[in-house]
T-cell receptor, first 112, second 114 residues
Framework: EDKVVQSPLSLVVHEGDTVTLNCSYE??????LLWYKQEKKAPTFLFML????IEKKSGRLSSILDKKELSSILNITATQTGDSAIYLC????????????FGKGTKLSVKP | NAGVTQTPKFRVLKTGQSMTLLCAQD?????MYWYRQDPGMGLRLIHY???????AKGEVPDGYNVSRLKKQNFLLGLESAAPSQTSVYFC?????????????FGQGTRLTVV
């Protein structure tokens, strides 16, 4: 069965801490891995990863893919209360590339 | 530029009633998706479409039907609503044919079945 597993499911940190969120996958014919941030409504896109070992970076957020380990991490440095959200990992796979499945998400709470 | 628009935003149904959720995108995307989101369950794929006139089942298709008669629209139907279908429904769309394409989401439809 194709699946995406995220860990931890929830995390509470204080402002200024660094966090690492994990995503692992088991799918047939992997195409790409995507990270999204979801606050109150629709998920918003963060990163797309297709190649192993190449870090994507945006401000305090960064992500990297390890195709050998079938996993990805999302790092957030110097966390702020505005980083509080659910972080979703998704994987595009399959022959038609139409299949896009998500993990259950990691709920991050950043305390002042 | 509207992006992905879902209607309605909220709906309350009685068990056994039917309804259709409409998703419209103005980005000329090939791929469209319907997800449901329940607490602690992430986003689960219901059905998806890789082009006009095509549909395919996702992870949780039972109780739902879809149609993609026009490229810009993807309809999700509930023929006989059940309380288990109470959820927040998200539509998404993306370009096709390349792995390097993120999905853009609508604002969601909160459906309650009583």
């Amino acid at each position: 069965e194709d699946k995406v597993v995220q860990s931890p499911l929830s995390l509470v940190v204080h402002e200024g801490d660094t966090v690492t969120l994990n995503c692992s996958y088991e799918v047939t014919n992997f195409r790409s891995l995507l990270w999204y941030k979801q606050e109150k409504k629709a998920p918003t896109f963060l990163f797309m990863l297709t190649s192993s070992g190449i870090e994507k970076k945006s401000g305090r957020l960064s992500s990297i893919l390890d195709k050998k380990e079938l996993s990805s991490i999302l790092n957030i440095t110097a966390t702020q209360t505005g980083d509080s959200a659910i972080y979703l990992c998704a994987v595009r796979y399959g022959g038609s590339q139409g299949n896009l499945i998500f993990g259950k998400g990691t709920k991050l709470s950043v305390k002042p | 530029n509207a992006g992905v628009t879902q209607t309605p935003k909220f709906r309350v149904l009685k068990t056994g009633q039917s309804m259709t959720l409409l998703c419209a995108q103005d980005m000329n995307h090939e791929y469209m998706y319907w997800y449901r989101q329940d607490p602690g369950m992430g986003l689960r794929l219901i059905h998806y479409s890789v082009g006009e006139g095509t549909t395919a089942k996702g992870e949780v298709p039972d109780g739902y039907n879809v149609s993609r008669l026009k490229k810009q629209n993807f309809l999700l139907g509930l023929e006989s609503a059940a309380p288990s279908q109470t959820s927040v429904y998200f539509c998404a769309s993306s370009y096709g044919g390349e792995p390097r394409t993120e999905a853009f989401f609508g604002q969601g439809t909160r459906l309650t079945v009583v």
